[in-house]
Each structure stands twice: as C-alpha cells, then as structure tokens.
C-alpha cells in the first residue's frame, strides 16, 4: 500500500505565501513524477496541473503560477513541496498531490493522489 499525505494548506491574505508539503509513504521502490494539481470552487471535477517534477528534477508549472511557486523534492525522505508566493484569490482551490510510484521492480508506474488540502487566499 502506498498513501500520500499532504500538510500546510490554509487560509492567507492575498499576497501572502504557504508552502504545502506532501510526503509518501508505504511500499516504494521508486517514485518518477511528483507534482501538485488542484480543484477549483465552480469548476466541477477538473483538475488543473499547478507544477510537477520528475525524478530528474525537470520542473513543469502552469503558466498561471509561474514566477509565483517553486516546486521541489527531497528523494531520500520521498516528500515534494510547493512554494506558493504572491498568492491571488484565484489561487483559492483544493490541491492534491500526484506522485508515479512502482512498489517493486518488476512491477510499472501507478498514480496515487492525496487526499487534497484546502487552499484560500482572501482578497
């Protein structure tokens, strides 16, 4: 069983910053692709990819935050965080961690998602 468990959502000012922190856990063997999507008020089931990071470190944000967030993640403690600055009201969602995970070496790639953190930047 793998479970990702995120932390460091809130409430913040617009302008303000948080960091969330996602950090997995269970069988690894290894873990490719890390990354943050979330779920927008009014916007139904879509999630919106906000930054991944592959186990390379090539980072991928959307236009909308970058130059604002900055994603990163430590292999050795299998955990990824998000950086948010500059954080505008329409930042305001449910973000969810996204990790790619094999449990053996014999076995592919999964997706496993957390269970989502509750961003809301008041104006």
């Known amino acids: 069983q793998v479970q990702l468990v995120e932390s460091g959502g809130g409430l913040v000012q617009s302008g303000g910053s948080l960091r969330l922190s996602c950090a997995a856990s269970g069988r690894i063997f290894r873990i490719n692709t890390m990354g943050w999507y979330r779920q927008a008020p009014g916007k139904g089931k879509q999630r919106e990819l906000v930054a991944a990071i592959t186990s390379g470190d090539v980072t991928t944000y959307a236009d909308s935050v970058k130059g604002r967030f900055t994603i990163s993640r430590d292999n050795a403690k299998n955990t990824v965080d998000l950086q948010m600055n500059s954080l505008k009201p329409e930042d305001t969602a449910v973000y969810y961690c996204?990790?790619?995970?094999?449990?053996?070496?014999?076995?592919?790639?999964?997706?496993?998602w957390g269970q989502g953190t509750q961003v809301t930047v008041s104006s």
């Open positions: 996204y990790s790619e995970i094999g449990s053996t070496w014999y076995q592919g790639l999964f997706d496993y």
